[in-house]
C-alpha cells in the first residue's frame, strides 16, 4: 500500500514538473551579481519580484549597485520593469510592504559595507515606477537587520555600532502619514537584532546574537527578549554557553498566538564569519516560548547532514507558518568542498521534522533569502555562483516546489534527497535523438549512478534499472546504456539517484 500511495505522489508530481508547473531557474538579469530577494505579488503563473545586484566591472565597485522589480511569466521569461540604482543597495536594509492599499519601498545605501541613508519610495500599483522618493532621518551609524509593520507605522530594527561588543541595539519608528522618524535604544550592549514578532499585547519579540566576554568573535550567544513600544525591556533571555542551545543566529514566528524560535549552532568558533565545524556541533533547533515570561516550553534539536558530512549551518534562514506547520529555509555549507546546499524543512507545531529537501546547483555556492507560501506549493528566492571560479557573478534563482518540496518526481518517497537543478553538471544523456539506445555518463568520477527510470508524459514508469557497485565504471567516467527499441517515438524524461543521495532529470527524445 505504501509502494502505491508513493506511486501516485510520484506521478502528481512528474506531470506538474513535465508541464513546468514545478521549476528550478536561475537568471542572468543584468551581468552582475544578482539575486531574487522576495515575492511582491502573484498573478496565476506570473510571479513579481523584487531583488538587488551590484556590478564589478566598475571602475568604484563599491558605490554601483541597484534594485530591480519584474515580472515572471508564465513561460519563465523574466522581464525586468524598474530599476533603481544609487550607490550599492544591500539586500540585508531591503523591505517592501503595503499601506492603506499603498505600495512603499524601504531601502539603505551602503558605502563600502557602511550604512550611508535609507530612502523610503512610493510605487504604483503594478511596481512599474516610482511615485516619489525620500531620504529619511535615520544616521548613517544605524544599520538595520529586521523589520515591522503596524498600522500607519514601520518599526526598523537594528544597532549603532560596530558589529560586536560595542553594538548598540535599537529601533526607529517611521510614520508612513508624514515620512517622520523617532528613535528608542533598547537596553545593553553587544547585542545584534535578527528578527522582530509582534506579540499579541502589541509589544515586540526580538531574537538574534548577544556578544559577551572580552572577544566578541569567540564569544557569541543566541538571544531573546521582550520589549515594548518604548524600547524598554520586559524580559530578557541569553543562550550562552551553559547551554546546550548555545547558538549565533537566532529568528522566529507567531504561529496563531505561539511563539516559536528556530537557529543553528556553531562549536569550535574561530573567526566571527568563517567558522570551522566538527563532528556532531553544527545543528538547528527550534523552541517553544511563553509569551509572557520568555520561559522555554519545550525544546527540539536536529541534527543535519549532508552524505554523513556536518557543516556549517549559515545565518541565512527564516521560518514560516502557512496552514498549520511550520518552514524552515536556510543554507547549509559543506566544510570540505565550500558548496552550499538550500535545506528546506517542515515541522508540526510540537517540533517534529516531517521532511527535509536539499537543493544544489553542482558547482555552485547557493544562498536561500526568502520562502512563500502560494496555493500550490512554495517559492524560494534565492542566488548561486558558480564556486569553482575565483571570481564570479551570482546569478538570481528561483524555486518552485510542489506542497512536498519536490521539484523532481520522487524526491519525497526518500528523505534527504538533494535535487540537482543543473543536471548538466551531474550526467550526460546521448544520443539525443536516440534511435534504439542511449548512454548516460557521469560527469565526476566520484559520483556513481545507483539507479535509473524512464518516465513518459503521463508520468509511467517505463524502466527502473538499478546499478550495482562498481558496474560500468570506466577509467575516466562511468558510462551506462539504456535500450530504447521498446519505446514509441516521442518525449522522456530519465531520472537518476547516486551515490552522493543526489536526484536528477533529463529530458530526452526518442526519434526514428
Given at each position: 500500500m505504501k509502494k502505491l500511495v508513493a506511486l501516485f505522489i510520484l506521478l502528481i508530481s512528474f506531470t506538474n514538473l513535465f508541464g513546468q508547473k514545478y521549476f528550478s531557474k536561475m537568471f542572468d538579469v543584468n551581468g552582475q551579481w544578482e539575486n531574487f530577494w522576495g515575492v511582491l505579488d502573484t498573478v496565476n503563473n506570473s510571479f513579481k519580484l523584487i531583488g538587488s545586484q551590484?556590478?564589478?566591472?566598475?571602475?568604484?565597485?563599491?558605490?554601483?549597485?541597484?534594485?530591480?522589480?519584474?515580472?515572471?511569466?508564465?513561460?519563465?521569461?523574466?522581464?525586468?520593469?524598474?530599476?533603481?540604482?544609487?550607490?550599492?543597495?544591500?539586500?540585508?536594509?531591503?523591505?517592501?510592504?503595503?499601506?492603506?492599499?499603498?505600495?512603499?519601498?524601504?531601502?539603505?545605501?551602503?558605502?563600502?559595507?557602511?550604512?550611508?541613508?535609507?530612502?523610503?519610495?512610493?510605487?504604483?500599483?503594478?511596481?512599474?515606477?516610482?511615485?516619489?522618493?525620500?531620504?529619511?532621518?535615520?544616521?548613517?551609524?544605524?544599520?538595520?537587520?529586521?523589520?515591522?509593520?503596524?498600522?500607519?507605522?514601520?518599526?526598523?530594527?537594528?544597532?549603532?555600532?560596530?558589529?560586536?561588543?560595542?553594538?548598540?541595539?535599537?529601533?526607529?519608528?517611521?510614520?508612513?502619514?508624514?515620512?517622520?522618524?523617532?528613535?528608542?535604544?533598547?537596553?545593553?550592549?553587544?547585542?545584534?537584532?535578527?528578527?522582530?514578532?509582534?506579540?499579541?499585547?502589541?509589544?515586540?519579540?526580538?531574537?538574534?546574537i548577544q556578544y559577551l566576554g572580552t572577544n566578541g568573535n569567540d564569544s557569541t550567544f543566541g538571544w531573546y527578549a521582550k520589549i515594548d513600544t518604548l524600547g524598554n525591556t520586559l524580559w530578557n533571555k541569553v543562550l550562552d554557553r551553559k547551554s546546550e542551545l548555545m547558538c549565533e543566529y537566532v529568528w522566529g514566528t507567531n504561529a496563531n498566538g505561539n511563539y516559536y524560535l528556530t537557529g543553528t549552532n556553531y562549536a569550535n568558533y574561530p573567526t566571527l564569519w568563517y567558522p570551522k565545524v566538527y563532528g556532531d556541533t553544527s545543528f538547528c533547533y527550534m523552541l517553544k516560548i511563553n509569551e509572557q515570561n520568555g520561559e522555554i516550553e519545550w525544546k527540539k534539536r536536529f541534527l543535519f547532514s549532508v552524505n554523513q558530512e556536518r557543516g556549517l549551518l549559515t545565518s541565512m534562514g527564516s521560518m514560516t507558518y502557512y496552514k498549520s506547520n511550520l518552514y524552515s529555509l536556510l543554507s547549509h555549507n559543506l566544510t570540505s568542498t565550500n558548496n552550499q546546499y538550500i535545506m528546506f524543512a517542515k515541522f508540526d507545531l510540537e517540533g517534529n521534522i516531517l521532511w527535509k529537501r536539499l537543493f544544489q546547483q553542482a558547482n555552485y555556492s547557493n544562498r536561500a533569502y526568502s520562502l512563500t507560501p502560494i496555493a500550490d506549493g512554495f517559492l524560494i528566492c534565492a542566488d548561486g555562483k558558480d564556486s569553482t571560479r575565483a571570481k564570479g557573478d551570482a546569478d538570481a534563482w528561483l524555486i518552485k516546489t510542489d506542497s512536498n518540496g519536490c521539484i523532481i518526481p520522487g524526491c519525497n518517497a526518500k528523505d534527504n534527497v538533494i535535487q540537482i537543478i543543473n543536471p548538466e553538471k551531474v550526467f550526460t544523456v546521448y544520443p539525443n535523438p536516440a534511435q534504439n539506445e542511449i548512454n548516460v555518463s557521469t560527469e565526476n568520477l566520484n559520483v556513481k549512478i545507483e539507479s535509473l527510470a524512464v518516465y513518459n508524459l503521463q508520468g509511467q514508469l517505463l524502466k527502473f534499472r538499478p546499478i550495482a557497485i562498481g558496474q560500468a565504471q570506466l577509467p575516466e567516467k562511468e558510462i551506462t546504456k539504456i535500450n530504447t527499441e521498446d519505446l514509441a517515438n516521442g518525449n522522456y524524461l530519465l531520472i537518476i539517484t547516486t551515490n552522493k543521495q543526489q536526484m536528477a532529470g533529463k529530458k530526452f527524445v526518442v526519434e526514428r
Open positions: 551590484a556590478s564589478f566591472l566598475t571602475t568604484d565597485s563599491s558605490r554601483f549597485g541597484s534594485i530591480f522589480i519584474g515580472n515572471l511569466d508564465s513561460s519563465l521569461k523574466f522581464q525586468q520593469n524598474l530599476l533603481i540604482a544609487k550607490n550599492y543597495y544591500e539586500q540585508n536594509y531591503l523591505s517592501s510592504f503595503k499601506n492603506n492599499n499603498r505600495n512603499f519601498l524601504l531601502m539603505g545605501t551602503v558605502d563600502t559595507n557602511v550604512i550611508g541613508s535609507y530612502i523610503l519610495n512610493e510605487l504604483d500599483n503594478n511596481f512599474d515606477n516610482v511615485i516619489w522618493s525620500k531620504t529619511l532621518a535615520i544616521p548613517s551609524e544605524f544599520g538595520s537587520t529586521s523589520w515591522t509593520k503596524v498600522k500607519d507605522k514601520v518599526y526598523l530594527f537594528g544597532r549603532n555600532g560596530n558589529y560586536a561588543l560595542s553594538s548598540i541595539p535599537g529601533f526607529f519608528v517611521i510614520n508612513l502619514k508624514d515620512t517622520s522618524t523617532k528613535y528608542y535604544r533598547i537596553g545593553g550592549t553587544g547585542k545584534i537584532i535578527n528578527n522582530v514578532l509582534l506579540a499579541k499585547d502589541s509589544n515586540f519579540i526580538v531574537s538574534g
